[in-house]
């Protein structure tokens, strides 16, 4: 069981990044899937949720401009950054919940690393 | 939106000291709690969900309890591939929210 993030870099403020978190050993379908993200020297953010059935749920923070899909043939989950401001600039995790629950992640990936600055 | 405040934010503790860090809601959550584990560099590692439960593989001196507001993460014998930094989450209300952590180092 393994997730791996990509898709991380440095863009400037107002653009657009998406980010991609590979699956392996289960099914994203499956199971609800988190991304957390950490500031630098900060603590850890929830982000956003998308249930097995497809759903999604948002931090107020990123709402409006975050968006959340996947790719069941791929078995990739994607977070789809707009409008990206420099408190954006984090360590994005992608992480797998126990089954059908909002908590807690029990496999997380190690990371994308997004900057923005002007 | 739920805040979850940790105490103590940081402590110094020796290789076989009990290490309590409580966890306390603005408003009452259950059982819906975790805590994880979290070393410089690498993610988040699970260690207790609903308040008390032990992940598997993590070691039996790593204990929580608690319900409603209040929680706790003890320690039994602090050893030296714990210190760490500490966060509780909880996920019984979107938004879904992390304590500040607590950064446990050595004595």
């Known amino acids: 069981v393994q997730l791996v993030e990509s898709g991380g870099g440095l863009v400037q403020p107002g653009e657009s990044l998406r980010l991609s978190c590979a699956a392996s050993?289960?099914?994203?379908?499956?199971?609800?899937m988190t991304w957390v993200r950490q500031a630098p020297g900060k603590g850890l953010e929830w982000v956003s949720v998308?249930?097995?059935?497809?759903?999604?749920h948002y931090a107020d923070s990123v709402k409006g401009r975050f968006t959340v899909s996947r790719d069941n043939s791929k078995n990739t989950l994607y977070l789809q950054l707009n409008s990206l401001r420099p408190e954006d600039t984090a360590v994005y995790y992608c992480a797998r919940n126990f089954y059908d629950r909002s908590g807690p992640s029990d496999v997380w990936g190690k990371g994308t690393t997004v900057a923005v600055s002007p | 939106a739920i805040q979850l405040t940790q105490s103590p934010s940081s402590l110094s503790a020796s290789v076989g000291d009990r290490v309590t860090i409580t966890c306390r809601a603005s408003q009452g959550i259950s059982s819906a709690l975790a805590w994880y584990q979290q070393k410089p560099g690498k993610a988040p590692k699970l260690l207790i969900y609903d308040a008390s439960r032990l992940e598997s593989g993590v070691p039996s001196r790593f204990s929580g309890s608690g319900s409603g507001t209040d929680f706790s993460l003890t320690i039994s014998s602090l050893q030296p591939e714990d210190f760490a930094t500490y966060y509780c989450?909880?996920?019984?209300?979107?938004?879904?929210?992390f304590g500040g952590g607590t950064k446990v180092e050595i004595k």
């Open positions: 989450q909880q996920f019984n209300n979107y938004p879904l929210s």
């Open positions: 998308m249930y097995s059935g497809g759903s999604t």
């Open positions: 050993g289960f099914s994203v379908t499956n199971n609800y």
